[in-house]
């Protein structure tokens, strides 16, 4: 696999390229830069992290990287749909281990896809990095309008 400390900017390239429609390349500083920013809403913001170790929340050898990449969206995105908010927009970090192959991460992009094109949500940006162990981190913000009383969300009390 390409060395991301080394050609980050094309592996980014290749990412978005993957993520076709699911990529948020519309929004006022697109995926590639070092924050993404989008426009102003009314209501309230709503966000969620989740972080995906491999072999503490998935085994390589017991779950295809493509379903890796749809638990890592789908986690966080049931997260704001509970609080009764509707996600938008997801910030991807991954960690490369030493073993993921470049067929691998295609994979985990191809199912982080799918799953951001179901709920109608768009990956923002991110940060790609080496490392001992593969990891991903997904945070989604999403909103939810306020009702007359000024309440947003649905909490668990």
């Known amino acids: 696999m390409p060395d991301p400390a080394g050609n980050e900017f094309a592996l980014i390239e290749r990412i978005l390229t993957r993520l076709g429609d699911a990529a948020a390349l519309d929004i006022?500083?697109?995926p590639g830069d070092d924050?993404?920013?989008w426009g102003p809403f009314t209501g309230a913001v709503?966000?969620?992290v989740d972080a995906f170790t491999e072999g503490v929340h998935w085994r390589a050898d017991t779950m295809s990287y493509e379903d890796v990449g749809w638990r890592?969206?789908?986690c966080s995105?049931?997260?704001i749909a509970a609080m009764g908010a509707h996600a938008d927009t997801l910030l991807l970090a991954?960690?490369?281990?030493p073993a993921l192959t470049l067929g691998e991460l295609d994979a985990f992009v191809d199912g982080l896809a799918a799953a951001c094109r179901e709920h109608g949500v768009r990956v923002a940006g991110g940060d790609i990095?080496?490392?001992a162990h593969t990891a991903f981190t997904a945070t989604v913000l999403g909103t939810a309008r306020l009702d007359r009383a000024g309440r947003a969300l649905v909490l668990r009390r």
């Open 129 to 131: 990095v080496r490392g």
């Open 94 to 97: 991954a960690i490369l281990g």
């Open 28 to 30: 006022l500083i697109a």
């Open 46 to 48: 709503v966000a969620s």
């Open 77 to 79: 995105l049931s997260d």
């Open 72 to 74: 890592t969206a789908a």
């Open 35 to 37: 924050a993404a920013a």
